[in-house]
């Protein structure tokens, strides 16, 4: 895939970004138009379109018949996999408790084929899961982003997130030479607590303007919701199976400080919004988020795993061979950051900060995919 100096993303031929006058950055170019919207998610894109091009490299030396179409289509299949695979056995156990991960279904398998696709579910993501529930990141989004240096003790450019927004610059400057740092500072911070609060960054100074007019993330959360004509709150509660609230008094998961926020803000306990109730709950012991949420992305997540024909597991012609599953089963988001933002050492759970339960590995350590089962492919 077309990288630019530096092994950057390509530049964007219209701009979709903000640049300040007089500067070198561009914006970048990228399949979803968000790739500039803050420079984590752009690192994200950068690091797997970087993972794709060492793919490549890898395949032709196994298949050097084969066509750049051919080692395109390959190399994108194996990072398909990656990201179903990153995302079940690493993002969702951190967010969703063991025994959640066992009622959907979410647990992926050590060893051998899936045969848990089934053809009667829809693998599309659901109006509520895109427009309330998977929103509860943006409680997470931390205030600031910083280098952290290769000692891992200094920062630099500490810079308030709201100016990162639509800015690729912490990312991109100096020919790319300070991705390390940056991808350093974040797979070593907290995230913020998963709660019902949203930073000042983006609940009033979202894509702020010149004149300091920026927009409010929860706001449009829950306008998007009304928007969409999802149920309310407690629809959603009893969609799930979990009881309702008759009253403001009694809504079940919800502390008696935030009942009382909900009682002064809505008329009646009907009317809560799903964004607002869910991520007003408690969060469940061993999950980041409450029972309602729980519920919607377990489900969310068993349909598209179950419902996918194309799932990474799945034994098919146009599936893996056993041996190649196997390879792809070693390899954890760790040595994908590793290998393409060169943060080494680092932690082998990036979900979790470093800490003596979750020691820095040097990245040759850490396993990878041995090419070689591609080779009768
Ligand atoms: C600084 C970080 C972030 C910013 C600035 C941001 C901003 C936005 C904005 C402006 C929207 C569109 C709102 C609308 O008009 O309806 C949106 C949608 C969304 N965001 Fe975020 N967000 C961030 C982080 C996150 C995180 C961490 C998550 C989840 C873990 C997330 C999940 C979503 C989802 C699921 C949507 C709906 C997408 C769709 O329907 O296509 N966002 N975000």
Redesign the pocket.
């Known amino acids: 895939m077309r990288t630019s100096a530096g092994n950057l993303l390509p530049p964007a031929v219209n701009g979709t970004c903000e640049l300040p006058a007089n500067t070198t950055d561009f914006c970048q170019n990228a399949g979803d138009s968000?790739v500039n919207?803050?420079p984590?998610?752009g690192g994200n894109h950068l690091m797997f379109v970087r993972e794709h091009n060492r793919i490549v490299r890898e395949l032709r030396k196994v298949q050097p018949r084969w066509s750049s179409l051919k080692l395109y289509q390959e190399a994108r299949k194996i990072i398909g996999a990656l990201l179903q695979q990153v995302t079940y056995r690493e993002f969702l156990p951190s967010i969703l408790r063991k025994q959640d991960l066992e009622k959907h279904k979410l647990k992926l398998r050590n060893w051998g084929f899936s045969n848990s696709y089934n053809c009667s579910l829809n693998p599309g993501?659901k109006n509520v899961?895109?427009?309330a529930?998977?929103?509860?990141?943006?409680s997470?989004?931390?205030l600031d982003l910083a280098y952290l240096l290769y000692d891992f003790m200094s920062h630099l450019n500490s810079t308030p997130?709201e100016s990162?927004?639509m800015n690729p610059h912490l990312l991109i400057t100096k020919g790319g030479r300070r991705v390390s740092d940056l991808a350093r500072f974040i797979v070593t911070s907290n995230?913020m607590k998963l709660d019902n609060q949203l930073e000042g960054?983006?609940r009033n100074r979202?894509?702020e303007n010149k004149q300091g007019k920026g927009?409010d993330?929860g706001a449009?959360?829950l306008?998007?919701g009304r928007?969409h004509g999802l149920p309310p709150y407690n629809a959603w509660r009893k969609w799930c199976g979990l009881p309702v609230a008759t009253s403001f008094s009694n809504l079940p998961d919800i502390s008696d400080e935030k009942k009382a926020i909900f009682a002064d803000l809505y008329s009646n306990v009907g009317d809560i919004d799903v964004f607002a109730g869910g991520i007003a709950e408690t969060p469940l012991d061993g999950a980041a988020v409450g029972p309602l949420f729980s519920c919607i992305i377990g489900n969310q997540f068993r349909d598209l795993k179950d419902g996918d024909r194309y799932w990474y597991e799945n034994r098919g012609v146009e599936g893996f061979t056993l041996g190649q599953l196997q390879q792809i089963r070693r390899v954890k988001l760790a040595k994908i950051i590793c290998q393409n933002l060169g943060v080494d050492p680092i932690q082998r759970d990036v979900f979790h900060v470093p800490s003596p339960r979750n020691r820095w590995q040097r990245c040759r350590r850490l396993p990878g995919i041995n090419f070689y089962y591609w080779r009768w492919t």
């Not at 529930?133 to 943006?138: K, L, N």
């Open positions: 968000r919207e803050v984590f998610l993501t899961f895109n427009a529930v998977f929103r509860f990141g943006h997470l989004i931390p997130i990162t927004f995230s960054a983006v979202l894509f927009m993330l449009l959360n306008a998007r928007d």
